[in-house]
């Protein structure tokens, strides 16, 4: 087990925020093996140390794993200044201080995954790993088979070239003037498939992520959210 630092342990315990576990070392309310720890720069083996807080006993929270059908309209964050609703408004009733893997744009709806394991977290949002994302986008007008194509291969926008991409187009509905395709990238950019599709002056009416990594929404209304199964658990420890 690797070390990790004695307030991100003391957080992770669910007993404090990292700020305030920050506190409660400075303030000498920590005990290492009986020791008191007052440097912030601690690392402690949380399989092998005892770690004690106001003399309690600390223990890590269970790591849990949950799958959101994130709606419209709903930030991708813990709390929102503004007001507005987040993606936490869906799921209080989970005890655990799970929070989101990566964002989803307020106006994107689909596949949102959440834990409190760090280590995952990272993982899977680390580019080194191309997780992959599939998304259905639906774009007003007509998509030409060019821009499919380049879009495919990989575009210049403003933070560099897009790496290949998978493209399934399902073709132009002339009655809602919408043409839908699906598309898989392997990165996380910022807006990402929003840009691929500016980039070449098209609007996108709706966006919507239904795969991330091999999950899917089945079974899964929109707002609603479950924990992932063991075996889901199981695909996403295999990616490395
Ligand atoms: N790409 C976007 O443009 N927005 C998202 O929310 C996700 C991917």
Known sequence: MELERLQKY????GVASRRKA??????GK????????KELGAKVNPTRDRVKVDGQLLEPEALEYYIFNKPKGVITSITDPEGRKTVMDYIN??????????RLDYHTEGLLLLTNDGTMAQ????PSKGVTKTYEVKV????????LEQLAVGVTLED????????????????????????TIHEG??????RMFEHFGYSIHNLKRINYAGLTLKGLKRGAFRKLTREEVKQLQAIK
């Not at 003391?10 to 315990?13: F, G, L």
């Not at 993982?123 to 680390?126: I, K, P, S």
């Not at 187009?169 to 395709?181: A, I, R």
């Open 10 to 13: 003391i957080a992770r315990c």
């Open 22 to 27: 920050e506190e409660l070392i400075t303030s």
């Open 30 to 37: 920590v005990l290492v093996n009986g020791k008191y720890v």
């Open 93 to 102: 009733s989970v005890k655990a201080r799970i929070y989101p893997v990566g």
């Open 123 to 126: 993982n899977l949002a680390h």
């Open 140 to 147: 007003k007008d007509r998509v030409f088979d060019e821009h």
């Open 160 to 183: 560099g070239v897009t790496a290949p991409c998978e493209i399934t187009d399902y073709g132009f509905n002339g009655k809602t003037g919408l043409t839908t395709v699906e598309i």
């Open 189 to 194: 950019r910022n807006r990402q498939v929003r």
